[in-house]
T-cell receptor
Framework: DGGITQSPKYLFRKEGQNVTLSCEQN?????MYWYRQDPGQGLRLIYYSQIVNDFQKGDIAEGYSVSREKKESFPLTVTSAQKNPTAFYLC???????????????FGEGSRLTVL | DQQVKQNSPSLSVQEGRISILNCDYTNSMFDYFLWYKKYPAEGPTFLIS?????DKNEDGRFTVFLNKSAKHLSLHIVPSQPGDSAVYFCAARDTGANSKLTFGKGITLSVRP
């Protein structure tokens, strides 16, 4: 089955700890994204990557870091510098066609991070 | 500054009736608009989209209308079914901004049996 796999689904972290959320896709998509969802806030873009070994900050990148060493993988690290990390994190991918791109994203099931 | 606005946080409709979900935007550079549906604790799934060169796109029970002069789009669901109960996100793409999607805050639709 082709799709996007996020793990873990639920994660608890103590304050001051870094945590890494995994995102793997087997859709052969070029672009990958990380979004954060908070109640009443919609989806906010954290980081995105359109090709391997390159990534860009989104609207709320502070306190987060990413890597894109392989096309299939785009892990997100929530660092201790992120002041309010408790949220639902969504990874997505898309076929990036530049100007012809329709923007359609395929999302994973999400990872819920709770800081204790 | 919110560029995509879904001003009504929730909507409740009777099964079989029409659901109309509204979305407004401010960025005139947006050239593609999408609607996503999301169930609790799941990722959003793509529902329907429309290019800025069109004013209507239909897919089964779902129709999206775009009014460029008013910077307004709406999603119509006819007839509404209880399984349509979910959060609906409006999203817009700005080709000039690396095709990133900007999402609204979402509308929670409840369809009463």
């Amino acid at each position: 089955d082709g799709g996007i796999t996020q793990s873990p689904k639920y994660l608890f972290r103590k304050e001051g700890q870094n945590v890494t959320l995994s995102c793997e896709q087997n859709l052969n998509h070029d672009a990958m994204y990380w979004y954060r969802q908070d109640p009443g806030q919609g989806l906010r873009l954290i980081y995105y990557s359109q090709i391997v070994n390159d990534f860009q900050k989104g609207d709320i990148a502070e306190g987060y870091s990413v890597s894109r060493e392989k096309k299939e993988s785009f892990p997100l690290t929530v660092t201790s510098a992120q002041k309010n990390p408790t949220a639902f994190y969504l990874c997505a991918s898309s076929i990036f066609r530049g100007r012809a791109d329709t923007g359609e994203l395929f999302f994973g099931e999400g990872s819920r991070l709770t800081v204790l | 500054d919110q560029q995509v606005k879904q001003n009504s946080p929730s909507l409740s409709v009777q099964e079989g009736r029409i659901s109309i979900l509204n979305c407004d935007y401010t960025n005139s550079m947006f050239d593609y608009f999408l609607w996503y549906k999301k169930y609790p604790a799941e990722g959003p799934t793509f529902l329907i989209s429309i290019s800025s060169i069109k004013d209507k796109n239909e897919d089964g029970r779902f129709t999206v209308f775009l009014n460029k002069s008013a910077k307004h789009l709406s999603l119509h669901i006819v007839p509404s079914q209880p399984g349509d109960s979910a959060v609906y996100f409006c999203a817009a793409r700005d080709t000039g901004a690396n095709s990133k999607l900007t999402f609204g805050k979402g509308i929670t639709l409840s369809v009463r049996p």
